[in-house]
């Protein structure tokens, strides 16, 4: 872990911040001053700027809850970068663990000591974040176009078409959750308890917040409710393994 910890990893790390922070001000400057020449007044900004600011720090709880979770195997320099640039937390963290658990065998929670393991993470994380850089600027256009192209046809069957799609992706989460795993030292398969738990309570955690935000109009839920739910999924969790849950 010493050579994730050197003085030169932070100085990468530094730069990276840098370059994301200076091109989030310039755009934040270009788009404010483009504001004021359609005639937005200076409060209606700073107060945009503002709430803006406000609620990106709820999202921003669930990625730290991520990085924590790796910075154990990884360190924190490469965890720091991957998700405050590069990935996402519903990305990296089943990659990290597929690779650590299902191809070494090793437990997510001891410090990655073995350099193959850690080239082979880094080469996993790397390699599956690299296709939606290629098709979001090259294909984006062309699939929403085709998206509205539905729902214009069929409103009915595009709102289908899309509720698909989400489905999908939840189904693929499922499946991670759902299927059978190795415990490293112990022979053979089992079906985690905790997980599938973890995964009710998260989804209940949901409903619950879906509920306030639609029938009792606490909009201000929209930003919280992903957050809520892995806090409180993870809490749970917590609690199911010191029950003795497997």
């Not at 900004?45 to 979770?69: D, E, Q, R």
């Not at 299902?102 to 390699?127: A, C, H, K, N």
């Not at 989400?166 to 030292?185: C, D, H, N, T, W």
């Not at 973890?198 to 409710?225: P, Q, R």
Request: hydrophobic residues 55%; positive net charge; contains cysteine.
């Amino acid at each position: 872990m010493e050579i994730l910890t050197r003085w030169w990893m932070y100085a990468i790390a530094a730069l990276v911040m840098a370059f994301v922070i200076s091109q989030s001000l310039f755009f934040l400057i270009k788009a404010s001053n483009r504001a004021m020449e359609l005639g937005i007044s200076r409060k209606d900004i700073t107060k945009v700027i503002t709430s803006s600011m406000i609620f990106s720090i709820a999202p921003s709880i669930a990625i730290l809850l991520g990085l924590v979770t790796l910075a154990k195997s990884l360190g924190i320099i490469i965890p720091w970068i991957r998700l405050s640039v590069l990935g996402a937390v519903t990305y990296e963290l089943p990659a990290a663990v597929n690779v650590v658990s299902g191809v070494f065998g090793l437990s997510m929670g001891d410090p990655v000591i073995i350099p193959q393991v850690l080239v082979t993470v880094l080469w996993v994380m790397t390699f599956g974040i690299i296709p939606p850089l290629i098709i979001v600027p090259l294909f984006l256009k062309k699939i929403q176009s085709g998206v509205v192209g539905i729902r214009r046809k069929d409103s009915k069957w595009g709102e289908h078409f899309m509720t698909a799609m989400f489905l999908g992706m939840i189904s693929a989460f499922l499946g991670y959750v759902l299927a059978p795993k190795i415990q490293p030292g112990i022979e053979g398969y089992y079906i985690s308890i905790t997980a599938i738990l973890t995964l009710i309570t998260s989804a209940a955690v949901m409903v619950i917040c879906g509920i306030l935000v639609n029938k009792y109009k606490h909009e201000w839920l929209k930003s919280y409710a992903i957050p809520f739910s892995m806090i409180g999924s993870m809490l749970m969790a917590i609690l199911y393994t010191f029950m003795g849950v497997r």
